[in-house]
């Protein structure tokens, strides 16, 4: 297979094609997945708290009770989410459903600094910068709130664009942000991005910013990237109700097991666990106490996404090697190179990702379908294909990034 022309013929493009279709492949880049090798690196977790089940102040943790999370574990984690202790919660498994909950909560009752809940709008809109995380944009269509794409930029979304759409309009309720590494660019947002998301003025009272920070500790490189606290800049802008915080340990110790966070103001705090105390009487402690015995503390977490690393980056680099041998000089074909997260978004010649994806499919290699990074799953362009190489071995990597190489080169001869 002639994997070193930046672009064949359409008969030899063919030709590869046909014998990677031969090779009867069953290779899965789609979802942005912790491999085996990275979950056992959490196996310690799974024999713990053993006979303790005290926190450190007393509580038990096998009890009711203790809304807000063991202590001890938001202590660890406060420091990489910006978020004060005592306005972090410590919650169950999932970021995603924190996230949902807090959107139902707006829907039905009234967040602070609010006129009426989000229900009794006519319509409730929400800034999706653009290629973004298809389950934020589900989650929203799920509610009824309606999405608006924003151009992404290398610093985050266009800040001009997002300052005149909520200045203007009332209906624009919240903004979508993954500030650091963000799915699926890799994007980290600059300090002016944030700055001017936490200050921008806004035609809502009660706009928020969904700061979805799920790759804060997940660094590629030595080079330990910070984003500003956004917590901080709302506050000192007198915008201190606007953030809501979210992170959770899915891609640091068990994806399926883990802990989820939620940070905000206290007034936000205070109306989150009112209300969510009356869906349960408390999240896991124990799962909190597990969480926290295995890390002991911040540099803890540090030491372990080290580990992290030292097991995909070479995936990374290995997508980042064909890319360039293959199409270092293809007009129209470019990616991402991030420096942490799960994914690099591959940019394609307008009105090809849709094929390729169809010609890796056909040739037993799953990627994420082309548009899923748009609101209502259309990419205009077409051009937008997310890659994710973290759950399959190394050598699979390879051999599906080699294929799809292949599928890019026959949908670019195609379209010559
Ligand atoms: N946010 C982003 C940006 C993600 O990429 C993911 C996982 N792909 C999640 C949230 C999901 O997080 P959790 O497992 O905590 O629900």
């Known amino acids: 297979m002639s994997t070193d022309l930046a672009r064949p013929d359409l008969a030899g493009a063919q030709a590869d094609y046909d014998a990677l279709v031969a090779q009867g492949m069953k290779l899965d880049l789609t979802r942005g ?13 799974l024999g713990l ?86 389950r934020h944009f589900a989650v929203c269509d799920r509610l009824g709130i309606e999405l608006l794409a924003v151009p992404m930029t290398p610093d ?51 706009f928020r910013i969904m700061w979805d920070n799920a790759y804060a500790v997940h660094h590629l490189t030595e080079d330990a990237i910070e984003v500003a606290d956004v917590l901080a800049l709302a506050d000192a802008a007198g915008n201190a109700d606007r953030p809501f915080v979210f992170g959770s340990t899915s891609k640091i110790t068990l994806a399926g097991a883990g802990v989820a966070f939620l940070g905000a103001s206290p007034a936000n705090v205070k109306w989150w666990l009112a209300l969510t105390g009356k869906r349960t009487i408390g999240p896991d402690k124990v799962n909190h106490l597990r969480h926290a015995l295995f890390f002991g503390d911040a540099a803890g977490v540090a030491a372990h996404m080290a580990r992290h690393r030292e097991l995909i980056a070479p995936k990374f680099a290995v997508l980042e090697k064909i890319l360039t041998e293959n199409f270092a000089d293809t007009p129209g074909v470019s990616w991402s190179s991030p420096k942490g997260g799960y994914f690099v978004t591959l940019t ?12 890796a499919r056909e040739a037993g290699i799953a990627l994420t379908p082309a548009g899923a990074t748009h609101p209502g799953g259309e990419d205009p362009q077409d051009a937008i294909i997310r890659l994710a190489p973290t759950f399959p071995p190394l050598e699979e990597v390879e051999k599906a990034m080699t294929g799809v190489a292949v599928c890019v080169k026959l949908a670019l001869a195609q379209q010559a």
């Open 33 to 45: 997945k912790p491999s085996a090798a990275q979950l056992d690196l959490s196996s310690a977790i």
């Open 49 to 134: 708290p053993g006979e303790r089940y005290k926190a450190d102040d007393g509580t038990d943790t096998r009890n009711y009770q203790g809304l807000q999370g063991l202590k001890e574990l938001r202590e660890i984690f406060a420091p990489s989410l910006q978020v004060p202790v005592d306005q972090l919660i410590a919650f169950g498994n999932s970021s995603l459903e924190l996230m949902h909950d807090t959107l139902v909560h707006a829907l039905l009752s009234p967040l602070p600094g609010a006129e009426r809940r989000w229900v009794d709008e006519e319509r409730v809109v929400f800034l999706a910068p653009t290629p973004g995380y298809d």
């Open 156 to 206: 985050g979304p266009d800040m001009d664009v997002v300052e005149r759409l909520v200045a203007e309009d009332p209906s624009i309720k919240g903004i979508w942000c993954v500030p650091k590494y963000a799915n699926p660019d890799g994007v980290v947002y600059s300090d002016e991005t944030t700055r001017r998301l936490a200050a921008m003025p806004t035609a809502a009272p009660d």
């Open 348 to 359: 394609v010649p307008e009105g090809t990702a849709t094929e390729i994806v169809r010609l």
